[in-house]
């Protein structure tokens, strides 16, 4: 195994747009911070609603209280080991029909590792009200 470096500074996630898929890359680290090249396993990876906080795994980052959204956007990806990137993958997620103001990405090998993203996002509605709208009163 080659120690990488990721990208400095990380790349962050930004706000999203309901109705529209998006790519995101997903790197395997190893416990120090760097790529673990020789990676190739079988993941699925989940769009989390973490807008509630019950109990916090700092050694997984994920909490017991974020739930899938609805309907959930789940799938499988795979790390293989003829990939070039060597550890990293970009993953397509499908249009989320909802807006979400606190999302997370979790992805779990098997029943044994999970980790979740550090950053979370938005998914913003894909149409803005027109001016005005977002206060106007309807009278009787």
């Known amino acids: 195994d080659s120690n990488f470096p990721l990208p400095t500074p990380i790349p962050h996630i930004y706000t999203k747009l309901a109705g529209t898929g998006f790519n995101l890359q997903l790197a395997a680290l190893k416990t120090d911070g760097t790529r673990l090249t020789s990676y190739?396993?079988?993941?699925?990876?989940?769009?989390?609603?973490?807008?509630?906080?019950?109990?916090?795994?700092?050694?997984?980052?994920?909490?017991?209280?974020?739930?899938?959204?609805?309907?959930?956007?789940?799938?499988?990806?795979?790390?293989?080991?003829s990939n070039p990137n060597q550890g990293?993958?970009?993953?397509?997620?499908?249009?989320?029909?909802?807006?979400?103001?606190?999302?997370?990405?979790?992805?779990?090998?098997?029943?044994?590792?999970?980790?979740?993203?550090?950053?979370y996002f938005a998914i913003r509605p894909s149409a803005r009200p027109p001016p005005g709208d977002r206060f106007r009163i309807a009278g009787p």
């Open 40 to 81: 190739s396993k079988t993941v699925v990876v989940e769009l989390l609603d973490s807008s509630v906080s019950n109990v916090f795994d700092p050694a997984t980052n994920c909490d017991s209280g974020w739930v899938s959204l609805t309907p959930p956007v789940s799938f499988s990806a795979d790390f293989a080991p």
């Open 88 to 119: 990293v993958i970009t993953v397509m997620f499908p249009a989320v029909l909802n807006a979400y103001g606190n999302v997370r990405v979790r992805v779990k090998e098997g029943t044994t590792k999970t980790g979740c993203s550090t950053d």
